[in-house]
C-alpha cells in the first residue's frame, strides 16, 4: 500500500492545542517557582536576623584623628572603636547615636536622631489653643506669669538694657484643679513658643542614667525648637527631699533631679527656653530646687473665689447651648471651694441632664441638679479618703 504522508489524517489542531496547553504549565511553573524563590529569600533573611546577634547601642563622645570613634556604650564603659567602611563618616559626630556590633565592638550603623523616641514621653504643641481669656480668677497669677515668662521671651533686650536676668524657671503650686497647666499653654501661645508638656514621672526610667539621659534630650529638644518653654507636671515625683540613704531607685532618681537642676543653673545657656514646673505638694519639695536661679520664682495656684467662679462660669457657658438665662452668682455660692475643673465637670454634667431627657439645650434646672451631683461625689470621695487613712 503506498501513499503520501498528506493521505493520512493528521489533527494538527489537537497539536496546537496540547502546546497550548503544555506552555501554560510551563509559565504557570515558572510564576509559582518565582514566588518559591521569593518566599525562600524571604525566610532566609528572617533567620539571619533571628541568628544575628543583637546590637549595642552607644553614644559617640568624639572622633579620632585615625579614623576610630570615641563611644560611651549602653552597656558598659567608654571603648574606642572603628567604623564600618559601609558606613558615611560624615554622619558620625559628637553626639550621634550608633549601633555597635557586638563581636568586634565596631560601629556598624549611625542610628537616627532620639528626637522622635523623646516625643512619644511628651506633649509637644507648636502653638496651644489655650488663651488666658479661657482661664477664669486667676488675673493676679496671670499677670505674674506674664511678666517672668512672656515678657523675657517676647522682649528679652529689655532685661539687658536694664540689666538684669529674668528668672529661668517657675514653680505653680496649689490644689489640683486649679488650672495649673492652663496656665502654661496659655502663657506659651502668648508669646509664640513651642509647648514641651512631660510628665516628671516619665523621668522614672528603668535603667540606671536613662533618667537624667531623657532630661538632657529635653532640653536639647527645647534648644532646638526655641523660643520654647518645657512644662514638667507633679514635679514632686523626682524633686522630694533627699534622704542619706536609700534605695538604689531613690539615688537613680536623685542623680536624674541633679541633671535637671544642671540644666537648668548650669554651664549651658537657657537662652529663649523657660522652664514651668507645677505640683500638688510644695511641703515635700526638696529646698535645692527652690533656691534663686532655678525655680526661683513661685506663683501660688489657689481654689477660686466667688467671683473666680463667676468668671469660670461664664467662659463654660460662652460654649453652651442654654434654654434659658443661667443665674452664675447662684452657681458661684453653691460651689464653694470646687476648682476650676470641679466646674467644668459641673457644665458637663448639666449637659448629660439634658441629654437623658431628650434636649438640645442645658436649664437652669439641670446645673442646679449637676452641682448637687458632683457635690455628693467629692463629700463620698472624702469620706473614703478618710476611712482609708483611719486603716493606714
Not at 496540547?18 to 509559582?32: F, G, P, T
Not at 481669656?133 to 486667676?138: A, K, R, S, V, W
Not at 513651642?194 to 527645647?222: D, I, M, P, R, Y
Not at 489657689?302 to 442654654?322: A, S, T, V
Request: net charge neutral.
Amino acid at each position: 500500500m503506498s501513499g503520501s504522508i498528506d493521505d493520512y489524517p493528521v489533527s494538527r489542531s489537537g497539536d496546537d492545542s496540547i502546546i497550548k496547553i503544555l506552555e501554560e504549565k510551563v509559565k504557570s511553573m515558572q510564576v509559582e517557582i518565582e514566588s518559591l524563590r521569593k518566599e525562600l529569600i524571604y525566610y532566609k533573611s528572617e533567620f539571619e536576623k533571628l541568628m544575628s546577634p543583637p546590637l549595642i547601642e552607644a553614644t559617640v563622645l568624639d572622633v579620632l584623628e585615625d579614623g576610630r570613634v570615641v563611644v560611651r556604650s549602653s552597656s558598659g564603659p567608654n571603648l574606642i572603636v572603628n567604623v564600618s567602611h559601609n558606613i558615611d563618616y560624615g554622619l558620625i559626630k559628637p553626639g550621634s547615636v550608633v549601633a555597635l556590633s557586638q563581636r568586634g565592638s565596631t560601629v556598624v550603623e549611625v542610628l537616627p536622631d532620639r528626637d522622635d523616641l523623646l516625643v512619644k514621653s511628651l506633649e509637644v504643641i507648636d502653638r496651644p489653643n489655650v488663651t488666658f481669656t479661657d482661664i477664669g480668677g486667676l488675673d493676679e497669677q496671670i499677670r505674674e506669669i506674664k511678666e517672668v515668662v512672656q515678657l523675657p521671651l517676647t522682649n528679652p533686650s529689655i532685661f539687658k538694657e536694664i540689666g538684669i536676668e529674668p528668672p529661668k524657671g517657675i514653680l505653680l503650686y496649689g490644689p489640683p484643679g486649679t488650672g495649673k497647666t492652663m496656665l502654661a499653654k496659655a502663657v506659651a501661645r502668648e508669646s509664640n513658643a513651642t509647648f514641651l508638656h512631660v510628665v516628671a514621672s516619665e523621668f522614672a526610667q528603668k535603667f540606671v542614667g536613662e533618667g537624667a539621659k531623657l532630661v538632657k534630650e529635653l532640653f536639647e529638644l527645647a534648644r532646638k525648637k526655641k523660643p520654647s518653654i518645657v512644662f514638667i507636671d507633679e514635679i514632686d515625683a523626682i524633686a522630694a527631699k533627699r534622704i542619706e540613704v536609700g534605695t538604689s531607685g531613690e539615688r537613680e532618681i536623685q542623680r536624674t533631679l541633679m541633671q535637671l537642676l544642671s540644666e537648668i543653673d548650669g554651664f549651658n545657656n537657657l537662652e529663649a527656653v523657660k522652664v514651668i514646673a507645677a505640683t500638688n505638694r510644695i511641703d515635700i519639695l526638696d529646698p535645692a530646687i527652690l533656691r534663686p536661679g532655678r525655680f526661683d520664682r513661685l506663683i501660688y495656684v489657689p481654689l477660686p473665689n466667688e467671683k473666680g467662679r463667676e468668671e469660670i462660669f461664664k467662659i463654660y457657658l460662652k460654649r453652651m447651648k442654654i434654654s434659658e438665662k443661667i443665674d452664675v452668682k447662684t452657681l458661684a455660692l453653691m460651689t464653694n471651694e470646687f476648682s476650676g475643673a470641679d466646674i467644668k465637670n459641673v457644665c458637663i454634667e448639666a449637659a448629660y441632664q439634658a441629654i437623658r431627657e431628650g434636649r438640645t439645650s442645658v436649664s437652669g434646672t439641670d446645673f442646679i441638679a449637676a452641682v448637687n451631683y458632683i457635690k455628693s461625689k467629692k463629700n463620698n470621695l472624702t469620706k473614703n479618703v478618710e476611712r482609708s487613712e483611719k486603716f493606714i
